[in-house]
């Protein structure tokens, strides 16, 4: 059995290819590539000369990265890619050629500063960008949902069985569906807001309800009438309104079932997933503050959450390997089988920086003695992988 991380040392473009037939097709590819904050980056040199403008150079390094990353996904495979505003604008064109309009998932806004850049003038930017995209979007496995999300304060209610739920309206609140554009989902059914027992037929001791909105104009309900006659049960009739204007109506039971999960929005925020200086002190308490700006494990296995528990991921631009960590950890809490794949340069850091001072000669030494750590101390196992030149 593989173990949950390998790494390579190497650049992705010529990595990727060469590992496909043995470990491919990735099914979760999560990219962190330089951002092109002004700073030089790895290769830019080779791709173009000294006065190309820069915002072309980095789509010239990024454009043959993603199709190297498409060519080794799996039909059911999403590709997750983190960008801030120098480069969102090209990167969401950029994806739309390789990928497809077609397969554009999503932009989510991460909140990773929630304090928000206080440098330099304009605004404090607190959040930076994840674009999704479906390998092929009819067969792609995504999930847009989170089991960890599902708060059990939102189920007050417990029923006679002790089961947790809610109630919902089982009238459509939606003002576009009405007797006019829904006409089949408008009748009348029976219920009895004293035993709570509901049906399409009258049954002794019950009234007639229609759906109605809460200007008493007439509306639909969600459910059809062979529904609501095969789930009885998740039916409750009640007494809504006061005075004159009480009335009975119909209500959903909505349970609050085992593995139950919940829509994820497009913001993600830095309490739910984490922030760079939460990623800066899970760093530091496995191996030491040795990279500048590593993501946060939240924001993977949020990610990792969308995808099936077996999924073989990639992460290409590995730098202090955070995916790899967040795979052993998503395995660990859900018993997933998951395996990662991290690609780094063996590109040197910075002279002066916390892992230069640590004897750390380059960044791929970062990104090994973390998964090594995360062996160590999650599980999982480790291996290093050299290809052949
Ligand atoms: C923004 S960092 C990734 C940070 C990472 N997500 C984390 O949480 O620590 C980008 C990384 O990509 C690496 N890199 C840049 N170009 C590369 C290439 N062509 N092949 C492999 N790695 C590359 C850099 O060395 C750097 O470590």
Known sequence: MRPWN???????????????????????????????????????????????????????????????VRAVMSERGAVF???????????????????????????????????????????????????????????????ASSPSLVDPRDFPLTSDDGRRHRRLPLRNTNKKFNPVTAPTMHFAVYGDPESGRVSTAPFAGSV??????????????RWS???????????VCRWVGTGERRRADVFQRDWLHEGRRKKLRTIWLAGEIG???????????????????????????RILETMPGDARVLDPFAGSGT????????????????????????????????????????????TRARLKAVADVVGGGFEELTLDS
């Not at 604008?89 to 497809?100: K, S």
């Not at 062979?226 to 039916?235: E, G, H, N």
């Open 6 to 68: 390998t790494f390579v040392e190497g650049d992705n473009l010529d990595v990727l290819p060469r590992l496909a037939p043995a470990y491919g097709p990735f099914d979760v590819v999560y990219l962190d590539p330089p951002y092109n904050t002004g700073n030089p980056f790895a290769y830019a040199d080779k791709v173009d000369g000294p006065r190309a403008d820069r915002h072309r150079v980095w789509a010239a390094m990024m454009r043959p990265r993603l199709e190297a």
């Open 81 to 143: 890619v983190s960008i801030d505003d120098n480069e969102a604008a090209r990167l969401r064109l950029l994806m739309d050629e390789v990928y497809g309009e077609k397969g554009f998932v999503a932009q989510v806004v991460v909140n990773l500063n929630p304090k928000g850049r206080q440098l330099g003038r304009g605004f404090a930017t607190s959040h930076e960008y994840l674009l999704v995209y479906a390998r092929s979007p009819a067969h792609c496995a995504l999930d």
């Open 208 to 221: 007639e309800i229609k759906p109605v909105f809460g200007d008493g104009a007439p509306a639909v309900w």
């Open 225 to 235: 009438a062979a529904k609501i006659d095969a789930q009885p049960d998740d039916l």
């Open 275 to 301: 922030s760079t200086d939460t990623a800066v002190m899970e760093l530091k308490a496995l191996i030491g503050h040795l990279f500048e700006s590593p993501k946060p494990t939240g924001l993977l296995r």
């Open 323 to 366: 995916t790899g960590h967040a795979v052993a950890l998503q395995n660990a809490a859900d018993g997933g089988r998951r395996t990662c794949v991290s690609v780094n340069l063996p590109e040197p850091v910075r002279p002066g920086s916390n892992a230069d001072l640590a004897g750390l000669a380059r960044v791929s030494d970062v």
